[in-house]
């Protein structure tokens, strides 16, 4: 029983579009924010923009794609 769960599983395909969409999110966000306190755009600032914002906010994003991705092959399984 827990074989099949587990060849089930790994057939699960994930899309990653959430995932890009709320990197991209968090990514600006950040980087509007300390454009607005610091006034200069420097390798910094991108790099701090990226891992502060762009990274937290894109597991959030690769939360929604697993379980989306999760549901959609449930469905499909029932309907089988």
């Not at 991209?24 to 420097?42: E, M, N, R, S």
């Not at 379980?67 to 959609?72: E, L, N, R």
């Amino acid at each position: 029983m827990s074989e099949k769960s587990t060849r089930e599983e790994e057939n699960i395909h994930i899309t990653y579009y959430f995932t890009v969409i709320f990197i991209a999110i968090g990514t600006v966000l950040v980087f509007f924010i300390l454009y607005q306190k610091v006034g200069k755009v420097d390798l910094f600032i991108i790099l701090l923009s990226t891992s502060a914002g762009g990274i937290p906010i894109g597991f959030i994003g690769a939360f929604i794609d697993y379980k989306v991705s999760a549901y959609k092959f449930e469905k499909r399984s029932f309907e089988q």
